[in-house]
């Protein structure tokens, strides 16, 4: 018989109950042992959960008031996750367990007599146990908790024999040695300014634990001003010796990682940044997000949710989700690289608004949003693309970009082989024309906005583009003509409910390789200076046209976060240049006589 040395299978002790414990090439598994004598008596016994009700009473107490406040959130989703997750908690009883071997997080010896684990931690440990069973190991691993959040759960077995005890951690430990997709040293940036300016904190007290439980070492940078992990990045931090990178921080944070590591890539590859058609080396160092900034759309689209330990465990287990970017180019320099939003007209006028009110932490961005929402100013311009025709999905697809997208995989295989551009005609639309497969639209827009992936963050869920993909090697182009206030809103709140944004007769959505625009009144480049010229040509306009809503003639690009200094770009899709320590959202369960909410 073939010898399988990583397969075990032992009797062991889980509080005071004798469980049969077996490890395989991808699971963990415990199994209760039925005994005659053994009773259980009063409520659910749920020997697994360390964190978590205690009996029946407190159970359904925990449950109905986590349901009330997903009630008052209108959150459906995550009250068919503890649907779900109930169905679990009363099945499982007690009597079996699972867990898979990538998400096992960390092993280790118990010292039983002193109470004592390996790694300092103090425990308490059950009497009988410790008389009949005097060997202990713990074992840490992910444990699936609301709304796509990640907990670390600890489950400690007691062995008859010391050598029994080793042989079991040992293996685990080989096991996870053998997991080779997993970081060892990391470099970490924290932006202690970021969102609410918690940045360290959450660090100190939420992330750096779990790095030690799973024995990753770090080299910490607190950064000191802005741009500092960049320059940091691009040009004196030896990368060679890390397995990863992580911010501390929020979308801004990010896209400086992004920039420094692309930028560094490209100078290491002789790869000139400048050419709008130049083909960009993908990076190979994942880049991990901690969420602590304002909006954390990036985490947020990846996880599905922004917490910081959750992304700590998507980090120490090794996930990784490649993630197209756009570089963003005027008049043949490079400016910057976008991954999530690309926003003209209304997403950059709270912008430049919010970066004056940055006292106001992430409440600027509601605050200016309103206040840009009053003003209602629509921009002219044209709008040139190159649509993305051979490829899977639209971006009016009622399926979602989750973890182990098949459009993404597919997608990404078809742009690795260079596909053709193709030229398409579509007589219905007026005010467009096409030139060899570039469509171009003239007109005035409220928005004009590229999502290259969907941008779903806490202020909407499903985000901008709710079907826009990770990795697919596309963006998603929104064109918001003008409106009334009234239909702009109505936009605005489709962002937040199930109805769909797009379907507005104003709203037209393209899934696009590469875009181009230009205000109606672009000025040669030499003069062309936003601040400069933005006033004079405002009451030019005005005087031209005295019927308008004295609209300035430019807005601003809000890209990722960022002010672009120009109105002219040109904007190509790179894709899945760099990759994340993430999978993409898990699906969570779906009850087949129920409407899915998170497919509306
Ligand atoms: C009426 C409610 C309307 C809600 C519409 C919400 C749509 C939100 C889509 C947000 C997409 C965000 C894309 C991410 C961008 C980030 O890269 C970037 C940087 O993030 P960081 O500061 O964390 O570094 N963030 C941003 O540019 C912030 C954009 C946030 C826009 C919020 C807009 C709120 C609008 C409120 C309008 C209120 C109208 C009320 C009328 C009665
Ligand atoms: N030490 C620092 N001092 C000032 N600004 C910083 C510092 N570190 C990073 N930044 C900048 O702060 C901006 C906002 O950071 P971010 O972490 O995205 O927070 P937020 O989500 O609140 O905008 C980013 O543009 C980043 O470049
Ligand atoms: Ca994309």
Redesign the pocket.
């Known amino acids: 018989m073939e010898k399988q040395p990583r397969l075990l299978a032992s009797q062991l002790l889980l509080k005071n109950s004798l469980f049969e414990v077996s490890l395989n090439r991808v699971l963990l598994t415990w199994k209760e042992i039925p005994t005659k004598k053994k009773r259980v008596s009063g409520g659910i016994h749920h020997p697994f959960k360390v964190a978590g009700p205690r009996s029946a009473t407190a159970a359904l107490a925990w449950i109905a008031s986590l349901c009330r406040v997903n009630w008052m959130a209108h959150n459906l989703a995550s009250e068919f996750f503890f649907m779900s997750w109930l169905t679990f908690f009363i099945t499982s009883q007690g009597t079996s367990h699972g867990v898979s071997v990538s998400e096992i997080l960390a092993v280790r010896e118990l010292d039983v007599d002193s109470g004592r684990k390996d790694d300092g931690r103090w425990q308490k440990m059950p009497q009988k146990s410790t008389e009949a069973y005097p060997y202990a190991f713990t074992v840490s691993y992910v444990e699936r908790a609301w709304q796509h959040r990640w907990r670390c759960s600890d489950v400690t077995f007691h062995c008859l024999e010391g050598a029994l005890c080793q042989q079991w951690v040992q293996t685990i430990r080989e096991q996870l040695t053998a997991l080779t997709s997993r970081p060892k040293h990391l470099l970490v940036y924290i932006n202690p300014y970021g969102g609410k300016q918690q940045g360290e904190r959450i660090y100190e007290q939420k992330v750096a634990p779990l790095f030690t439980l799973a024995s990753i070492s770090t080299d910490v940078i607190v950064t000191e001003h802005a741009n500092h992990a960049r320059d940091h990045l691009r040009t004196e931090a030896e990368l060679k010796q890390y397995d990863g990178v992580v911010c501390v921080g929020?979308?801004?944070m990010f896209s400086e990682m992004v920039h420094g590591l692309v930028s560094r890539t490209q100078r290491d590859n002789g790869v000139d940044q400048n050419s709008p058609e130049e083909k960009l080396v993908p990076c190979t160092l994942r880049i991990g997000i901690i969420p602590a900034?304002?909006?954390?759309?990036i985490c947020y689209a990846t996880v599905g949710i922004n917490d910081p330990v959750t992304s700590a465990l998507h980090i120490i287990v090794g996930d990784a989700q490649p993630m197209d970017v756009c570089s963003v180019h005027h008049n043949n320099t490079f400016l910057r690289y976008s991954v999530?939003?690309l926003g003209y007209g209304f997403?950059g006028d709270?912008?430049a608004d919010s970066e004056r009110k940055r006292w106001m932490g992430p409440a600027r961005?509601?605050f200016s949003?309103?206040k840009t929402?009053l003003t209602h100013h629509y921009y002219e311009g044209t709008v040139s693309f190159l649509p993305a025709t051979d490829i899977l999905g639209t971006p009016r697809d009622k399926t979602r970009c989750r973890a182990g997208c098949f459009i993404c995989q597919h997608n990404g295989q078809l742009y690795s082989e260079d596909a053709p551009e193709i030229c398409e005609t579509d007589p219905d639309v007026s005010d467009s024309e096409y030139k060899g497969g570039w469509r171009v639209i003239r007109g005035k827009f409220l928005a004009i906005n590229a999502a290259s992936m969907s941008?779903a963050?806490p202020?909407?869920p499903k985000?901008?583009s709710p079907a826009a993909h990770l990795a697919d090697g596309t963006t998603d182009l929104i064109l918001v003509r003008k409106c009334s206030r009234f239909n702009f809103?109505r936009h605005?709140?489709r962002?937040?409910s199930k109805y769909d944004q797009f379907d507005m007769t104003f709203v037209e959505v393209h899934r696009v390789r590469r875009f181009r625009f230009t205000p109606r009144y672009c000025q040669s480049d030499s003069e062309l200076d936003l601040r400069e010229n933005g006033k004079r040509l405002f009451s030019q306009i005005c005087r031209d046209h005295p019927a308008c809503s004295c609209s300035p003639a430019y807005s601003s690009w809000?890209c990722?976060?960022e002010i672009l200094p120009h109105a002219a770009i040109e904007v190509g899709v790179h894709c899945q240049l760099i990759k994340l320590f993430a999978r993409g959202i898990e699906e969570q369960p779906v009850f087949e006589d129920l409407p899915n909410p998170c497919a509306v």
């Open positions: 929020g979308d801004g900034g304002s909006t954390d759309c999530s939003l997403y709270v912008l961005y509601d949003g309103f929402f941008c963050c202020r909407s985000g901008l809103l605005l709140l962002h937040t809000n990722d976060g």
